[in-house]
């Protein structure tokens, strides 16, 4: 086993069996409340949850992100994953294709996705430290042509390769490999962060370096640290250790920053970071995101199969569609037009940094 591949396996029997749950840092979801309609004048039943988005139908703006990929045991939950979100018209990513451009033999674990999933959104997957470690366009192209992918993820985790004992800290020039991919790929580049957040700063970076969509991924939900925290701690790297406790809570809380991202640009912003309830999702959306992502809490069941999947995910959808049955909105555009009232921690942080949380609270349904 090559020392990629030993990671990823390691990160995910981490995620199954260790405590990574963010300790005292929350989303700030819970410091955010929808305002009930009493007369809501719409029927649950007639309720359209369906989105477009890069040239896609979704039948709900829901996706699984990309959460492995590149280890045995990863085919059985990428598999698990293709297969739900191919029946329920969602998508899907995979986690990072770096294993398998590496040694073509772990493709497989990746492929199956596509093989699952003929017609789902598939988003292909590649860190970003790899883009300034020379990977080309070539690189990239045999990333999405792996999964036949309809965009590609360009993940960043500086937080989790600090901590990382062998983590690649050389972000220098990111920026503008970025441009470069999103300027000469054939499909949407997104850009995405692994649980500390996007702040306004790097949201307009990323919109004016040419990418398709955000995904904002905050801090709340799995911490990055703390999964490098139980891999060091395993190994007796003790300065590791140290600095992932350190960090076991750094980030910006994912309604933070899907506000500083959503009131930075015009592009699209997926939402994700500790997203566990359908209530979570409606929240987000009604703050601007356009797809509402999760990765935590399909891991376990896509270990057991599709069917378990799917249940997780029809339940999400369901409770969407009862959250915005409540708040009078019959489609993913009127929810996006709901009064929402921000409060605490989320409400003092947003006007610190020169947003204005009361507008949303201020909103009127055209009814």
Not at 10 to 26: F, P, S, W
Not at 139 to 164: F, K, T
Request: aromatic share 4%.
């Amino acid at each position: 086993m090559g020392p990629t591949e030993e990671r990823k396996s390691d990160h995910l029997r981490i995620c199954l069996e260790e405590e990574v749950k963010a300790r005292r840092i929350t989303t700030g979801f819970e410091e955010i409340f929808l305002v009930h309609r009493a007369l809501p004048e719409i029927n649950r039943d007639e309720i359209n949850l369906s989105t477009r988005l890069f040239n896609h139908e979704f039948s709900a703006p829901l996706i699984v992100e990309g959460i492995t990929g590149g280890t045995p045991k990863a085919l059985k939950v990428n598999a698990s994953i293709a297969e739900a979100v191919e029946r329920l018209g969602l998508g899907m990513g995979v986690g990072s294709q770096r294993a398998a451009l590496e040694d073509p033999t772990l493709e497989a674990t990746f492929t199956i996705a596509r093989e699952k999933a003929p017609n789902a959104f598939l988003i292909a997957n590649i860190g970003g430290p790899q883009l300034v470690r020379g990977y080309s366009l070539k690189d990239l192209r045999r990333a999405v042509e792996m999964i036949e992918a309809d965009a590609l993820a360009i993940h960043l985790n500086p937080l989790q390769e600090a901590v990382q004992p062998e983590g690649e800290t050389t972000y220098k020039g990111i920026l503008e490999s970025i441009g470069e991919v999103a300027k000469g790929l054939e499909v949407p580049v997104i850009v995405k962060e692994t649980g500390a957040g996007i702040a306004a700063e790097d949201a307009g970076m990323l919109e004016a370096a040419g990418v398709a969509g955000i995904d904002v991924s905050g801090a709340g939900g799995t911490s990055w640290a703390a999964v490098e925290y139980h891999r060091a701690k395993k190994r007796g790297n003790d300065s590791s250790q140290r600095l992932g406790e350190l960090l076991w809570d750094w980030g910006i809380p994912t309604a933070v920053s899907l506000v500083e991202t959503v009131q930075s640009v015009s592009i699209p912003v997926i939402a994700s970071g500790g997203i566990r309830s359908g209530n979570d999702a409606a929240k987000a959306i009604a703050l601007g995101a356009s797809l509402v992502g999760f990765a935590s809490p399909v891991l376990a069941p896509a270990l057991k199969g599709a069917d378990k999947v799917e249940r997780l995910l029809n339940n999400m959808i369901d409770q969407l569609r009862n959250i915005m049955f409540l708040v009078g909105a019959d489609s993913v555009k009127r929810l996006k037009e709901v009064p929402l009232v921000l409060t605490g921690r989320t409400a003092e942080w947003l006007r610190a940094r020169g947003f204005e949380p009361d507008l949303y609270a201020r909103r009127r349904l055209n009814r």
